[in-house]
Antibody, heavy 121, light 110 residues
Framework: EVQLVESGGGLVQPGASLIISCAAS????????MSWVRQAPGKGLEWVSV????????YYADSVKGRFIISRDTSDNTLYLQMISLRAEDTAIYYC??????????????WGQGTLVTVSS | QSVLTQPPSASGTPGQRVTISCSGS????????VYWYQQLPGTAPKLLIY???QRPSGVPDRFSGSKSGTSASLAISGLRSEDEADYYC???????????FGTGTKVTVL
């Protein structure tokens, strides 16, 4: 059974940094691309970033480019999102999402339950 | 920023058929697969349709997807109370080099 468990969310001040992580299990982690998708309170879904199965290709939404870094560690099946210079508009539930294949454009299938990041003074 | 356009709401009585549209462009729907997700209140989204019209195992055949040109649609037949949820379409966008989501449609069962 595929399981994606996010952690690391919390309340941070504007301009601060935060790293959130996602522990993956139930599938061969290195064979699948992974992504982060966020949802601001009461709003729709917004794609944030994706990393290929090999880790060699990464893509970012314009809204986070230059501030967020996606990475993965296949030794412990963990996906990360490093966030710097956080803004109030980054406040959202961040979902860890498995992609249907190793290709980054193949679409999302399994979603974690999300971790809430709140940026506020 | 949502690049795919969906109607904000749709509704029907139990047993009816409801259709949700998703309008995009040549760089997303026109050249890539469309995916549909169901988000029940307070929960994470769930994959309903992949590669335009394919259903994952466990998804009832009441749900069906189609695509034509730069638009796609999700149909729910035999509407049930448990279908009340938000529905989102998504696709890879070649121009943006990223995924785009639809604006979301809230389905209400009257």
């Amino acid at each position: 059974e595929v399981q994606l468990v996010e952690s690391g969310g919390g309340l941070v001040q504007p301009g601060a940094s935060l790293i959130i992580s996602c522990a993956a299990s139930g599938f061969t982690f290195s064979s699948y691309a992974m992504s982060w998708v966020r949802q601001a309170p009461g709003k729709g879904l917004e794609w944030v970033s994706v990393i290929s199965g090999s880790g060699g290709s990464t893509y970012y939404a314009d809204s986070v480019k230059g501030r967020f870094i996606i990475s993965r560690d296949t030794s412990d099946n963990t996906l990360y999102l490093q966030m710097i210079s956080l803004r109030a508009e980054d406040t959202a539930i961040y979902y860890c999402v498995k992609i249907l294949s190793g290709d980054w454009y193949a679409g999302f299938d399994y979603w974690g339950q999300g971790t809430l990041v709140t940026v506020s003074s | 920023q949502s690049v795919l356009t969906q109607p904000p709401s749709a509704s029907g009585t139990p047993g009816q058929r409801v259709t949700i549209s998703c309008s995009g462009s040549s760089s997303n729907i026109g050249s890539n697969y469309v995916y549909w997700y169901q988000q029940l209140p307070g929960t994470a989204p769930k994959l309903l349709i992949y590669k335009n019209s394919q259903r994952p195992s466990g998804v009832p055949d009441r749900f069906s997807g189609s695509k034509s040109g730069t638009s796609a649609s999700l149909a729910i037949s035999g509407l049930r109370s448990e279908d009340e949820a938000d529905y989102y379409c998504a696709a890879w966008d070649d121009s943006l080099s990223g995924y785009v989501f639809g604006t979301g449609t809230k389905v209400t069962v009257l």
